[in-house]
């Protein structure tokens, strides 16, 4: 558990020093890929009315710059307002195939103040890569970004390239 408090520990570090650089949640991104070798495609959705768009990500682009909540595992997190962890994708109907090789994924709403405002998705291409110790840590992080993000408007978030 040590890992997880130095994640947690710089994932801190980089919500605090938010002002410093419009990054961040890139930032974030990467830490959390890098940290977990079995994260191959981390990133940020942002809630847009009935749909979220693709913020800050690391690994290979994303055919979902949009997804209705209404469709995806991304959109059933939001609908239900709970972490959902898909040991193998391909066994999903809900799943929206993105690469072929994810064979994985977890969504993690960020939720601040009784509301939705986005999520973490992390894709893996390993089957049942998402442990009760990733739900966890993931659950952790989406605690300390969303306050952050309650506050940030949609535009700083989304600053610079996606990728």
């Known amino acids: 558990m040590k890992d997880t408090q130095r994640i947690l ?13 419009t990054d961040w949640l890139k930032e974030i991104c990467a830490l959390l890929q890098r940290a977990r070798r079995h994260y191959h495609w981390v990133g940020i959705y942002f809630l847009e009315g009935r749909e979220l768009v693709l913020g800050p990500y690391v690994g290979a682009p ?23 962890n898909v040991p193998d994708v391909n066994a999903d109907p809900r799943y929206l195939a993105c690469s072929l090789e994810t064979k994985s994924e977890i969504v993690v709403p960020l939720q601040a103040d009784g509301r939705i405002l986005g999520e973490i ?33 949609v535009q700083t978030q989304r600053r610079g390239p996606p990728g």
Request: aromatic content about 2%; charged content about 25%; hydrophobic content about 40%.
């Open 9 to 21: 520990q710089e994932v801190e570090a980089l919500v605090a020093a938010r002002g410093r650089t």
């Open 62 to 84: 994303s055919p979902h710059l949009r997804i209705p909540v209404d469709k995806g595992i991304c959109g059933a997190a939001v609908r239900e307002g709970r972490t959902v």
């Open 121 to 153: 998705d992390i894709d893996s291409h390993t089957p049942s890569a998402f442990t009760p110790d990733d739900h966890a840590l993931l659950e952790a992080v989406a605690r300390r970004l969303a306050p952050a993000l309650a506050h940030e408007p």
